[in-house]
């Protein structure tokens, strides 16, 4: 009785777990960059050649487990045996050729989809900067003079480079659908370059545990058309915050499940400040008041 009410026990849970997994979404699976399709395509190839492995494995031990049985008398029983040429260089020789397989791919996938490798296209690149706050995004766009939190927008078909940093905790940037993770290190500056093959929204998140914050620190990728794109810039543009570093130091506060913000200008120097103000003691509530030579030494070391 108890035996039948583990079995029973063990298929509802079965059934609830697959009831449970149908509405997640498999953001990795369904690509909608070049970056991020060739890292589906890397992940199918792995698994497949591991099944090449696994499979044959499961099926043999339940062929040896049936055959082999108590009832079977008419199983061979050999006791004494030890040892097989043949069957050696079969269980051998097969996982060695996987691992080259995967060896080799993984060491050409390395170098072709190297997040820092910038992405060959026609069309100019669009710079934005990243700094991870306690627990939120930072967007810095250079060239428009625009910052937002956690909303990120760029035009589909444009190469997007990130230069992402960290104000406070290690974190990790990511948008599944576009490409894999980057690091963002207090410190340092990391970059990820990808593109967007279609237009839509697509989850960013923080792949890695930051805080007590960690769980809303989510924010939005925007893939639009080149005009959609300059007419959001010019909407942002009208916003009445400006992103100064007295509002930057408001903003670096840890807080959590922040709200989109949008600020109509940007302090030029706040990201190079951000990564060497761990370095150097020029707090950025101080930025305004350097001198033009400080403010090219802080550009020029970062």
């Given amino acids: 009785m108890v035996i039948k009410n583990k079995h029973s026990y063990l298929a509802i849970s079965t059934c609830g777990l697959t009831l449970l997994l149908n509405g997640c979404k498999y953001a990795i699976l369904d690509p909608k960059g070049s970056i991020a399709a060739d890292e589906k395509h890397i992940l199918i190839i792995s698994v497949l050649l591991m099944l090449m492995v696994v499979v044959p494995v499961i099926i043999l031990t339940f062929t040896f487990a049936w055959r082999y049985r108590e009832k079977n ?54 710079t934005i900067q990243v700094i991870a706050l306690e627990w939120k995004w930072l967007f810095i766009y250079p060239d428009q003079h625009i910052a937002t939190v956690n909303f990120v927008q760029f035009p589909v078909g444009v190469p997007i480079r990130f230069l992402i940093t960290a104000e406070g905790p290690m974190n990790s940037f990511q948008i599944p659908q576009l490409a894999g993770q980057i690091y963002a290190m207090a410190g340092m500056q990391t970059k990820l370059n990808l593109i967007a093959n279609e237009i839509g929204d697509y989850a960013g998140i923080s792949a890695n545990f930051s805080g007590k914050g960690f769980s809303g620190m989510k924010f939005i990728a925007r893939a639009t058309s080149q005009e959609q794109f300059s007419l959001w810039v010019k909407i942002v543009k009208q916003s009445p915050k400006q992103l100064t570093p007295i509002e930057y130091n408001k903003l670096a506060q840890p807080s959590e499940n922040n709200i989109v913000e949008y600020f109509s200008s940007a302090n030029q120097y706040l990201f190079e400040t951000a990564v060497m103000n761990p370095m150097m003691p020029i707090p950025i509530k101080n930025l305004e008041k350097c001198t033009p030579n400080q403010k090219a030494k802080v550009n020029s070391n970062a």
Avoid at 75 to 102: D, M, R
């Fill in 73 to 126: 008398t008419k199983a061979i029983y050999s006791p004494s045996w030890a040892h097989s040429t043949p069957l050696e260089i079969i269980w051998w020789s097969i996982p060695c050729i996987i691992i080259g397989v995967l060896g080799t791919i993984t060491w050409v996938s390395s170098h072709q989809l190297d997040p820092y490798r910038p992405l060959s296209s026609m069309k100019q690149p669009i």
